[in-house]
């Protein structure tokens, strides 16, 4: 409820699990609240609703519909002369959708350079690899094409991207965009490796063979570092 704070809209809501872990390690909810994601009745929806979940600022799901609001957002803190900082984290299959562009062009005309838009290019999403569905071609040159200030840094380099994020905070005349180059599933080989892993049921093998390779790759990395 502090009106001085950051706001975040996860455009890519199916994401949701990974707000909603954030959420909880920092507080906003107790942890034991993570085993009830999508049951009956739960405060977890699959898609984060902000009257439910503590923490959510935006309720979102619908593709595209999370950068209008982000916009909206930023727009409507300007006016109330704060400057507060609004995140927009959207999806790369997600910018089929015309909306996201229309809001881009919108943001970047008026600057609305406290709007940090950070694009997940991990290259697929529902129904196969992005290039295939829809190419992209190069997210990177098209957001500087449409007037941003734009940085493409590794989706897994956490101070990578918190570096990236103080560059665009610097920002005072230009919109801003961080485009994450990413892996689908990164840190975890045998879900990166699978072709159809955007939207995935697991059987009990399955479950245990990730179990299995995620505890070698922790093995291995721990005796590395020995």
Known sequence: QWADRDRLVLSKGHAGAALYSALANTGYFDRSWLWTINEGGTRLPSHPDRWKTPGVD????????????????????????????VYLIVGDGELNEGQCWEAFQYIAH?????????????KKQLDGPTKDILDPFDIQQKMTAF????????????????????????IEDQAVCIVLDSVKGQGTPFF???DANHSVKFTTDEINQAAEAAIKELTIKIEGGR
Do not use: W
């Open 110 to 122: 008026f600057k609305l350079n406290h709007c940090i838009v950070i694009i997940d290019d991990n």
């Open 58 to 85: 935006a309720t979102t799901g619908s593709l595209g519909q999370g950068t209008s609001m982000a916009a909206g957002i930023a727009t409507g803190l300007r006016l109330a002369g704060k400057d507060n900082f």
């Open 147 to 170: 007037g941003f200030y734009t940085e493409k840094v590794p989706g897994a380099d956490m101070q990578a991207i918190d570096e990236a994020i103080e560059r665009c905070k610097a």
């Open 192 to 194: 990166e490796e699978l």
